[in-house]
C-alpha cells in the first residue's frame, strides 16, 4: 500500500512538472471560434510579449486588431461583441474575459479604423452611451488633465506624466528634466539657440562643446534619470560641420564632414574612436550596409526601424508587431498603425508637425503637434509639455527614457 501511495505522490509531481515545463515552452495557439454573427480568429504568440492578435470577420466586413496582454495563454479571450451600423462606420467593442475592456469603441469605414474618441458623431454617441452597462466611458480616453504654467513660455500637463517615464526638454543652457517633479540641468554658460550636434539616446543626452568656435573635443553627456553629467574627450578635433548619424546600444556614430570620417562615440567606455573613413563608411537601417561618400556629406541619418514592406508614404516604421504609418497632408502628418498581419487595415491614431520627434517606448508613442509635446497610448492622446519657443526655434528636441 506504502509503494502505491509513493508511486502515486511521484506520478502526480511528474505530471505537474512536465505540465509547467509545456506552459513555458508554449508558443502560443491558433484556434478559431464564434460569437453571435462573427468568425474569430485569434492567434497567440508569447514570444512577442503576449500579443493577442484577432481577426473578426463579419457577414459585412472584416477588421483586425492585436493587443498585448497576459492572460496566462488563455484561448477564447473574447467572451462578448457589441457591434452596431452608424452612418456607413463599423462600429463594435470586444469584451474580454473578466469584462475587460481593453481598447476603444473601433470603428471602420474605407479599410480605415478610427477609434470613437477620434470621431465626432451624434449617433455614435449616442451608441457610446448603451455601453457605459459594460463600464465604458469614452472620458476614458479624453484628456482632462490640468495644466501648471511653469514660465513664459513653458506649461506642463502633470496628471499625464507617466510612472518611470523621465522626459528631458532642451534649454538654451542644458536640459529641464521632468520626473515627478520639475530640476534643471546647466551645461553652458551662455545661451545656445541651435545645438546640431547633440543626441538623445536611451537614458543619455550628448551635446557637443559649443563654447569653442571650429572645432572640439569633447562631448558633454546628461543621465536625464537624475541629471549627473561626464565629459567624453575625443584625441582628435571634430569639426562643427558635422552631425549625428544615429546611436546603436548606447553608442553614438557622428560623421565629419571636413575629414570625411565617422566615429563612434561609447558612452560605457567614456571614449571616441575612429569608426571609418571615406573609403569605407556605412550606415545602419536594421542591419549595417555601405554608404557613399555623396550620401554621407548629404546628412544621411539611421533608420532602426527601417521597412520596404509599405510604400508611397511620407514615413513607415516597422516597430514589434505594427507598421507605423506617415501621410503628409497639408503642413502636418496623419499618423496610422496596421498589424504586421494585416497590413491593409490601417487605424488612425493622432497628427504630427514633426517627423523627427518621434520616440517609441513600447505601446507608448511620444511626438510634437505644434509647440506641444505628446504621447499616445491605449488610453488616447495625451499633452505633456507645451513650449511656445517651439513656435520659433524647432531645434529644441525632447528625450525620454522608461525605467
Known amino acids: 500500500m506504502k509503494y502505491l501511495f509513493k508511486t502515486l505522490i511521484i506520478f502526480t509531481i511528474t505530471f505537474f ?32 510579449n503576449n500579443n ?20 496566462n495563454k488563455k484561448e ?26 481593453l481598447t476603444d469603441v473601433m470603428c471602420l469605414k474605407n479599410n480605415t479604423i478610427t477609434y470613437a474618441h477620434n470621431l465626432n458623431n451624434k449617433k455614435i454617441t ?17 484628456d482632462k488633465a490640468d495644466s501648471i504654467k511653469l514660465s513664459n513660455t513653458q ?56 563654447t569653442e568656435d571650429y572645432s572640439f573635443k569633447i562631448f558633454h553627456v546628461v543621465n536625464i534619470i537624475n541629471g549627473s553629467q561626464i565629459d567624453i ?15 546603436l546600444n548606447n553608442e553614438i556614430y557622428l560623421f565629419d564632414k571636413d575629414k570625411s570620417k565617422q566615429y563612434k562615440i561609447s558612452i560605457k567606455n567614456e571614449s571616441v574612436e575612429l569608426f571609418h573613413d571615406k573609403n569605407n563608411l556605412q550606415t545602419y537601417n536594421g542591419k549595417w550596409i555601405d554608404m557613399s561618400l555623396t550620401d554621407a556629406l548629404k546628412g544621411k541619418t539611421f533608420n532602426n526601424y527601417y521597412t520596404d514592406d509599405i510604400k508611397g508614404y511620407a514615413k513607415v516604421d516597422k516597430v514589434g508587431n505594427y507598421y507605423y504609418i506617415y501621410e503628409k497632408e ?23 508637425t514633426d517627423l523627427n520627434s518621434i520616440i517609441y517606448l513600447e505601446d507608448t508613442i511620444y511626438y510634437i503637434n505644434g509647440n506641444t509635446f505628446y504621447y499616445y497610448n491605449n488610453h488616447g492622446e495625451r499633452k505633456v509639455i507645451t513650449n511656445t519657443e517651439l513656435d520659433f526655434n524647432k531645434d529644441i528636441s525632447f528625450g525620454v527614457y522608461k525605467k
Open 330 to 352: 497639408n503642413d502636418y502628418y496623419n499618423v496610422y498603425r496596421a498589424d504586421i498581419q494585416n497590413k491593409k487595415i490601417k487605424t488612425y491614431l493622432f497628427k504630427t
Open 17 to 48: 512538472v512536465l505540465k509547467f515545463i509545456l506552459f513555458l515552452f508554449d508558443k502560443g495557439h491558433d484556434i478559431t471560434y464564434n460569437i453571435g454573427n462573427f468568425k474569430i480568429e485569434e492567434t497567440l504568440n508569447t514570444k512577442q
Open 52 to 71: 493577442y492578435y484577432f481577426e473578426l470577420t463579419h457577414e459585412d466586413f472584416k477588421i483586425n486588431f492585436s493587443i498585448n496582454q497576459n492572460y
Open 233 to 247: 574627450r575625443s584625441y582628435d578635433d571634430i569639426s562643427f560641420d558635422s552631425y549625428i548619424e544615429g546611436a
Open 76 to 101: 477564447k479571450i473574447i467572451d462578448k461583441i457589441e457591434y452596431k451600423k452608424i452612418d456607413g462606420y463599423q462600429c463594435l467593442l470586444p469584451i474580454f474575459k473578466n469584462g475587460k475592456i
Open 126 to 142: 449616442f451608441f457610446l452611451k448603451t455601453l457605459e452597462k459594460y463600464d465604458y466611458n469614452i472620458d476614458d480616453y479624453k
Open 155 to 210: 506649461t506642463i500637463y502633470q496628471d499625464n506624466f507617466l510612472e518611470n517615464h523621465y522626459i528631458a526638454m532642451e534649454t538654451y543652457k542644458g536640459l529641464n528634466l521632468f520626473n515627478g517633479k520639475e530640476s534643471n540641468v546647466q551645461i553652458f554658460e551662455n545661451d545656445v539657440y541651435t545645438k546640431p550636434i547633440s543626441y538623445f539616446t536611451d537614458k543619455y543626452y550628448i551635446v557637443a562643446d559649443y
